[in-house]
């Protein structure tokens, strides 16, 4: 006979419906580590019946350890924002970005495999799955490295950006949170045009191209005419090069010598919804 004292126990535990608590204890003869490995492989089930389904929602957690020498960007994503705005559910992302600082593991299957309250965190995403009845995924870890490094969490925890740079104090601070919120508002590919990926490079000059060529540009000027726009491209898509958000009058890389004497950014990252 499972007692309501067992199925709240168990409901306590896992946060699942009272239902589903019972017929996992049911099915596991009152025991309750195998009703709670029963509800997992509910979850699992449901991750892969569900694992075409766009999770767009979610919450985003950047956090920066003591020192300030290194910080994370996590994203833990869900279907609705129903879910992502759920107390549990951001606490659980805090929880599990708290993880990633302390551990500062090398990749995303790396944090997934950290042990979290007895599981891995992988195993406490699959598990919430079969709780919350959508699909969840931990779908991005960033992780940063620098002298000093900010971080910046967007208002409804839909974006996160961490921001490295070469120097310490206040007002380097100050404009760490400033270039954080750059990197959030105007969504740069790199930090300048030496570090934007050739992959990117290939891809504008093509584009470039194309539109030369719809234009009815002679075809052997295509190419040089679409280098030529690469400037406009780099201008508008790297950190120094963008126009400041806070006095348009200065670009990001005219702000920073402002700021002090070699004071330079060393990298940043940046996750959002969507």
């Known amino acids: 006979m499972i007692s309501a004292q067992d199925v709240k126990k168990l409901r ?40 075409e389904r766009e999770a767009k929602e979610g919450v985003v957690i950047a956090l920066v350890s003591e ?4 910080g994370i960007v996590i994203r833990l994503s869900s279907e609705t924002d129903f879910v992502s705005k759920n107390e549990d559910f951001i606490q659980l992302t805090k929880d599990f970005a708290q993880l990633a600082l302390e551990n500062f593991p ?14 891995s965190i992988g195993e406490k995403v699959v598990e919430q799955v079969g709780v919350i009845g959508e699909k969840i995924e931990l779908s991005d870890y960033e992780k940063l490295e620098a002298d000093l490094v900010v971080p910046y969490v967007h208002m409804g925890y839909r974006a996160g950006v961490i921001v490295g740079l070469n120097k310490e104090g206040e007002q380097v601070e100050e404009a760490g949170k400033n270039l954080a919120m750059q990197v959030a508002a105007m969504k740069p590919v ?4 030496e570090d934007v990926d050739q992959s990117i490079v ?19 000027m295509l ?14 898509s790297t950190l120094l090069g963008q126009a400041y958000v806070k006095d348009s009058s200065l670009s990001v ?3 920073l010598k402002s700021v002090g004497d070699g004071v330079a950014v060393t990298g940043f990252r940046h996750v959002a919804l969507g």
Not at 17 to 31: H, N
Not at 67 to 70: E, P
Not at 190 to 193: E, L, R, T, W
Not at 223 to 229: L, P, R
């Open 67 to 70: 020192d300030q020498k290194r």
């Open 12 to 51: 306590d535990m896992t946060n699942a419906g009272m239902m589903d608590c019972k017929q996992a204890l049911t099915e596991a003869d009152g025991d309750l580590e195998k009703a709670i490995e029963i509800l997992r492989k509910k979850g699992q089930k449901l991750s892969l019946k569900r694992a």
């Open 202 to 220: 290939e891809k504008e000059i093509e584009i470039g191209m194309e539109q030369a060529r719809r234009e009815g540009k002679p075809e052997q």
């Open 190 to 193: 790199a930090v300048d045009q």
């Open 106 to 119: 090398a990749s995303r299957e790396e944090l997934l495999g950290l042990k979290f309250n007895g599981i």
């Open 253 to 255: 890389r005219d702000y």
């Open 223 to 236: 190419e040089k005419i679409a280098k030529g726009k690469l400037g406009k491209f780099f201008k508008e």
